[in-house]
């Protein structure tokens, strides 16, 4: 395990260049944080449990009142008082499930304080979900944004990627060292400008999960971007930006797939449109060959269901596809090496086994064909909360979810059982944990708000399929979690809670003359490491967190962040609408 999380730390992007790191100011934070109240600052459906944290060493009253002042209208007793090994101090749970009517509220504890605001109502994840959606629309490359869409954040175009150069570690006899390519469209990687195919598969595969999981949603929300109005969902739609840039990705020569699209070093903190550095592809590997024959092979499904809208997309992907598994075949074992003189992030891994059974499954899911099923040792693959380098929980995530459609090849039996397996072994975390969210040590690494919404997204996998509540009662508080109820106090979501990050780290945030942040990003979130060296106001996992540009090892922003937080918004409200 150190050494997966070794490898995950030191290869994300570190999305800061020298000029960055020149720059820096150290963050003016807090020596220790102020205990408060800590609840989802966005808010719960009706029939949703709800839960607040309440700093105390003992039991407490506490009543929730209206926003706008007045009686209570509910009161209870917290829980014991207990302590946790990820933050500091004793804390106790008011637990508030009872209050169900529609409204406006805070906690109020005597001797305590007062919480955040925050909502009971029907769809009260709507908005954050359009909003964690629009997120991509903001972060697409090769477009301008115009304020009809963008509104305050409009900015003009940049990174048009159709004069990309072949990297020397990317030649081949057909395109060799210094050859123009044409790569436009796809979504900038995080805070920085890059493009990369690994960070790019679990993304997009999740966004296509969303909509295969919840199609009906998906077609009746608009989200206000140049393809809304069509026929087509517009998650769909945005998700076919990305598409169209990986699949420029794909070597025509050989089926190879080229690891990511970047500058040699990170740019400055500047506008998409003020940086002309010239781009590269780099290198050829195994890991960006299955992720894109893994995610081409879903989108072939999914872009199959709008063939009229797309004709021949979808068997344009599933020969992509093809192709791409059938170069991973001939190259098993190519890891991605960063070249010298390159300096964008590495997302370099090592360990395939789980990329090959994610890849094989989304080709027997989408083609029926049995030899897919053969070329795994699925019995032998275990199931894991996803991550960019360990993908075999979307492998298992995906052969649930099309478990009734399968042929007689697949064990169903097996698909449920690892499904099961790993929810409740996430679950079972909940019973150390004195704030009731089912966290481990393990999660507090960079970027843990995406292993926290990834524990919720695989919970939701064995809610379809046992209906069991408390698999969605535990997805609904680890959502809590990154909406507030966490000792930092921040719902992490830009623009969604009362108290959000306002300089998460992401160019165009900061370059920008706009006072918030483009709106709808989750930030990284807490954990220890500290790479940055910037000022933080503690040391404890759970409470390493800091507000400011200077934190990329805390407050950037990524595709791959974003897109368990539109899968697990997405599936609580229609689970909610359904009950
Ligand atoms: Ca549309
Ligand atoms: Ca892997």
């Known amino acids: 395990m150190s050494s997966t999380l070794i490898r995950s730390i030191i290869s994300l992007p570190f999305a800061v260049s020298a000029l960055t790191m020149l720059a820096i100011t150290p963050a003016h934070a807090e020596s220790t944080l102020a205990a408060s109240i800590q609840v989802n600052q966005v808010g719960f459906h009706p029939a949703a449990p709800k ?6 060493g003992a039991a407490r009253d506490f009543a929730v009142v209206p926003a706008d002042g007045g009686e209570a209208v509910f009161t209870g007793t917290t829980g014991d008082a207990d302590d946790w090994a990820f933050s500091s101090g004793e804390v106790a749970l008011a637990d508030f499930s009872g209050l169900q009517a529609p409204g406006l509220y805070r906690i109020e504890v005597e001797g305590v304080g007062e919480s955040h605001i925050f909502e009971i109502g029907d769809s009260v994840y709507d908005a954050l979900n359009d909003a964690a959606i ?12 115009p304020a009809q869409y963008a509104g305050d ?9 159709t004069q990309v150069m072949i990297h020397a570690s990317a030649a081949s006899d057909s395109r060799p060292e210094g050859t123009i390519i044409s790569s436009p469209k796809g979504w900038y990687d995080a805070g920085d400008y890059g493009k990369y195919i690994v960070n790019s598969g ?3 595969y999740t966004l296509l999960a969303a909509l295969e999981r919840d199609r009906e949603r998906y077609t009746a929300r608009e989200l206000n971007i140049p393809e809304s109005g069509n026929a087509v969902p517009d998650l769909l739609d945005e998700v076919m930006w990305n598409l169209d840039w990986m ?4 070597d025509p020569a050989d089926g190879g797939v080229y690891h990511k699209l970047t500058t040699l070093n ?8 003020d940086t002309h550095e010239q781009r590269y592809v780099v290198q050829k590997g195994t890991a960006a060959a299955l992720n894109f024959a893994a995610v081409m092979a879903v989108a072939s499904r999914v872009v199959g269901e709008y063939e009229q809208a797309f004709p021949g997309r979808a068997a344009e992907m599933l020969a992509a596809a093809e192709r791409a598994w059938q170069w991973a075949q001939a190259n098993p074992d190519l890891p991605y090496r960063q070249p010298d003189d390159v300096k964008t992030g590495g997302y370099g891994d090592g360990e395939f086994s789980d990329e090959f059974a994610w890849a094989a499954a989304e080709m027997f899911i989408t083609t029926a064909d049995p030899r897919y099923w053969e070329a795994v040792d699925f019995a032998g693959t275990q199931n894991a909360v996803p991550s960019w380098s360990q993908v075999s929980g979307l492998a298992w995530m995906s052969l649930a979810h099309h478990v009734d459609g399968l042929g007689d090849a697949a064990n169903t039996a097996l698909i449920g059982n690892r499904v099961v397996e790993l929810a409740d072994a996430v679950l079972a975390t909940a019973e150390n944990s004195a704030w009731g969210v089912p966290l481990q040590r393990s999660d507090f690494v ?10 919720a997204m695989m919970l939701l996998q064995a809610y379809d399929l046992s209906g069991k509540p408390e698999y ?5 508080a680890l959502l809590d979690w990154v909406l507030g109820r966490n000792p930092t106090g921040y719902s992490f979501v830009t623009g969604h809670g009362d108290k959000t990050p306002m300089h998460i780290h992401h160019r165009q945030s900061q370059a920008d003359d706009v006072v918030d942040p483009v709106p709808g990003f989750v930030a990284g979130g807490p954990q220890p490491g500290q790479q940055d060296k910037c000022e933080y106001p503690s040391k404890m996992p759970a409470e390493s967190f800091v507000d400011h540009w200077c934190s990329y090892s805390t407050n950037e922003v990524t595709i791959n962040w974003n897109a368990p937080l539109v899968y697990v918004t997405g599936v609580l409200e229609s689970i909610n609408a359904a009950r």
């Open 51 to 56: 839960v607040a944290v309440v700093p105390t």
């Open 134 to 145: 629009k997120a991509y629309y903001f972060n697409r490359a090769s477009t301008a944004l």
């Open 153 to 161: 954040w409009a900015r003009a175009a940049g990174h048009p990627d």
């Open 202 to 204: 679990i993304s997009t």
């Open 247 to 250: 699949l420029t990705m794909q």
């Open 266 to 273: 990170f740019v400055g903190e500047v506008m998409p449109a």
């Open 446 to 455: 960079w970027g843990s708000n995406s292993a926290v919404l990834n524990r």
């Open 472 to 476: 969605v009662d535990g997805a609904q």
